[in-house]
C-alpha cells in the first residue's frame, strides 16, 4: 500500500488562509501528489468494452505504441464482428504479441464465439473466458501479468471489475464513472489496501488531474467542471417533451456510445460526473460546481483559495486524456489535431438550468445524500436509457422514472458489494415497473 503523505493532506500547506475547513475535507481516491505506480515495458493492458467508442480509442492508442502497450486480455458484450476487426487489427499491429485472453459477457453471444476460431483459439483469438460478470473480473485476474485495467464499460457492470484491478494492485484508467458513482467507498478502500491507483479518463477529471498536479489540498477553494450543455442547450422545456431520439443522439461536440450520449442531453452525464469528482478528488458536493460550455475547449477547471483558476484546454479528442490516464499522467506524443485559440476565438460560460435539465438536480441530490441514493439514481437512468433507446419512453420521462425510483426506494448506508448489488437490481426492478405503466399509457 502507498503510505506517501497526499498533497491533499491536511496540515501540509501553508498555515494561513485556507479558507476550507477540516470538516469538508474528504480523503482522495486520486493519487495527487503521491508517486504513481511503476511498471516494465510493454504495459500490460486490460482492455474491456473493448468494441465501445473509448475501447476502440483505446486500439488506436495501442497501434501507434505496439512497443510500449501491449493487450493481455479484451471484453465485449456482443458485438462480435467488432470484437473480430479488433483483434485483427491488433494483431496486425502487434504481430508479435500473443493472443489476449478475450471475455464475452453477453452469454448468447459467448456460445456463437465459442465456435468461431477468428475470435478464440484461432490465428487471432486468444482462450475464451467465462461469460457474464465472472469473465470480466477474469479477465483482469486470468493474465500472468496485468498492470493496467482501461475499463471502458458502460454502466454499473463495471463496477465487479474496478474492484478486480484495485485488489490487483493494478493501475486503473477509468472511463466508466458508474464504477465510482454506485461503489465509490468500497473502490477507495479497495484501492488504498491494496495500493492500486485510479487515474481518470473522463476528459473533466483529466482535466482537473492536471491542475491539481503539485498542489495541496488547502489551497483549493472548488473544482468547476464544464459541460458542453448537450443537444437541447437552447430548446424551450415544452419542446422537450416532444425531441426525438435521432435529436437525443446528435450530440453537438463529442462522439460518444449511445449512453453516455443520451446522459449527455439530460445532463444526467454531469452529474454522474460530479459524484465521480466527489469519490476521485475527495472533494465535498459543496465546492465542485458545474458550468456550461457550448465549446467543449475549457475541459474544467481549478479554483483557488487566493481566486487563481487553472484549467485544461484541447480539442474534443478523449485519445488525449486516455493516453495520459494509460501512460501514467505523462504527456505522450499524440496525432492529435491542435488547438488554434485564434481560431476558437472567444470561449463562452452559462449556468446549468436545472428546471429544464432535472437529472442534474437529481443527480446532485442523490449524490449529497449518499449511501443507497446515488446506486438507486444510477440503476434508475440505466434502465430509462435503455427504454429510450429501444423506444419505450420519451426523451422528457427520463427524469420521472429516476424520481420516482428515488422516492420509492429506501436511503441507507452501503457496506459491502453484495448491498450495492442488491440496491442496484432492486432499483432495476422498480423502474421497469415505472416504465410500463408509462409506456402501457403512451398513444
Ligand atoms: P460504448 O457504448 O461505446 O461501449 C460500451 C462497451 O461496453 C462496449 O464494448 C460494449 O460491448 C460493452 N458493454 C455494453 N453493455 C455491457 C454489459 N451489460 N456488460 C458488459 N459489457 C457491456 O460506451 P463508451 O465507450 O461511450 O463509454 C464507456 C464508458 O466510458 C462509460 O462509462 C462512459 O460514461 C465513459 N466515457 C465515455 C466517453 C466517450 O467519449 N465515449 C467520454 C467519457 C467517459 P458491445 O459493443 O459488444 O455491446
Ligand atoms: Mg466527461
Redesign the pocket.
Known amino acids: 500500500m502507498n503510505s506517501s503523505p497526499s498533497h491533499f493532506d491536511r496540515g501540509s500547506g501553508p498555515d494561513s488562509g485556507s479558507v476550507v475547513s477540516d470538516s469538508s475535507v474528504g480523503e482522495s481516491l486520486y493519487p495527487c501528489g503521491r508517486p504513481l505506480l511503476e511498471f516494465p515495458s510493454p504495459l500490460k493492458l486490460v482492455v474491456?468494452?473493448?468494441?465501445?467508442?473509448?475501447?476502440?480509442?483505446t486500439l488506436d492508442l495501442v497501434r501507434q505504441y505496439p512497443d510500449k502497450l501491449q493487450v493481455v486480455a479484451v471484453?465485449?458484450?456482443?458485438?462480435?464482428e467488432?470484437?473480430k476487426s479488433w483483434l485483427a487489427d491488433l494483431a496486425e499491429s502487434c504481430p508479435e504479441a500473443p493472443e489476449p485472453l478475450v471475455a464475452?459477457?453477453?452469454f448468447a453471444?459467448r456460445e456463437t464465439a465459442a465456435k468461431d476460431t477468428a475470435l478464440v483459439g484461432g490465428s487471432s483469438g486468444g482462450k475464451l473466458l467465462a461469460g457474464?460478470?465472472v469473465g470480466?473480473v477474469e479477465a483482469v485476474t486470468e493474465p500472468s501479468e496485468a498492470h493496467c485495467l482501461v475499463?471502458?464499460?458502460?454502466?454499473s457492470?463495471?463496477l465487479e471489475p474496478t474492484l478486480a484491478a484495485a485488489r490487483r494492485g493494478m493501475r486503473i484508467a477509468l472511463?466508466?464513472?458508474?464504477?465510482l458513482v454506485v461503489g465509490g467507498e468500497l473502490v477507495r478502500s479497495a484501492v488504498q489496501e491494496y495500493g492500486a491507483e485510479v487515474l481518470p479518463?473522463?476528459?473533466e477529471h483529466s482535466a482537473i488531474a492536471q491542475c491539481l498536479s503539485g498542489r495541496r489540498e488547502n489551497e483549493i477553494r472548488q473544482l468547476v467542471l464544464t459541460a458542453s450543455g448537450g443537444p437541447f442547450r437552447q430548446t424551450p422545456a415544452e419542446e422537450l417533451e416532444r425531441v426525438t431520439l435521432g435529436q437525443v443522439l446528435d450530440h453537438p461536440t463529442?462522439?460518444?456510445?449511445?449512453?453516455?450520449?443520451v446522459?449527455s442531453a439530460t445532463l444526467m452525464?454531469k452529474g454522474?460526473e460530479v459524484i465521480e469528482a466527489h469519490h476521485l478528488f475527495g472533494v465535498e458536493f459543496d465546492r465542485i460546481s458545474v458550468v456550461v460550455h457550448p465549446g467543449s475547449i475549457v475541459h474544467s477547471l481549478v479554483e483557488f483559495v487566493d481566486g487563481a483558476l487553472l484549467a485544461q484546454l484541447g480539442t474534443p479528442d478523449?485519445r488525449i486524456?486516455l493516453l495520459y490516464a494509460i501512460g501514467g499522467e505523462k504527456h505522450w506524443p499524440l496525432d492529435s489535431s491542435r488547438l488554434d485559440l485564434v481560431k476558437v476565438g472567444t470561449l463562452r460560460f452559462e449556468a446549468p438550468d436545472l428546471g429544464r435539465f432535472p437529472c442534474l438536480a437529481l443527480a446532485l441530490e442523490a449524490g449529497r445524500a449518499g449511501g443507497a441514493a446515488p446506486i438507486v439514481l444510477n440503476a434508475a437512468n440505466e434502465t430509462a436509457v435503455d427504454a429510450l433507446l429501444t423506444g419505450r419512453i420519451r426523451y422528457a420521462e427520463i427524469p420521472r422514472v429516476i424520481e420516482d425510483c428515488l422516492a420509492t426506494s429506501g436511503g441507507g448506508k452501503i457496506s459491502s458489494l453484495d448491498e450495492a448489488l442488491t440496491v442496484d437490481q432492486l432499483a432495476r426492478k422498480t423502474a421497469c415497473g415505472f416504465i410500463d405503466r408509462l409506456g402501457s399509457g403512451h398513444p
Open positions: 474491456l468494452g473493448a468494441t465501445g467508442s473509448i475501447g476502440r480509442q471484453s465485449c458484450h456482443r458485438n462480435l467488432g470484437l464475452i459477457s453477453d453471444a457474464g460478470t470480466l475499463n471502458a464499460l458502460v454502466g457492470v463495471g472511463a466508466n464513472k458508474e464504477s479518463v473522463d476528459s463529442w462522439n460518444m456510445g449511445p449512453k453516455i450520449t446522459d452525464n454522474l478523449m486524456p
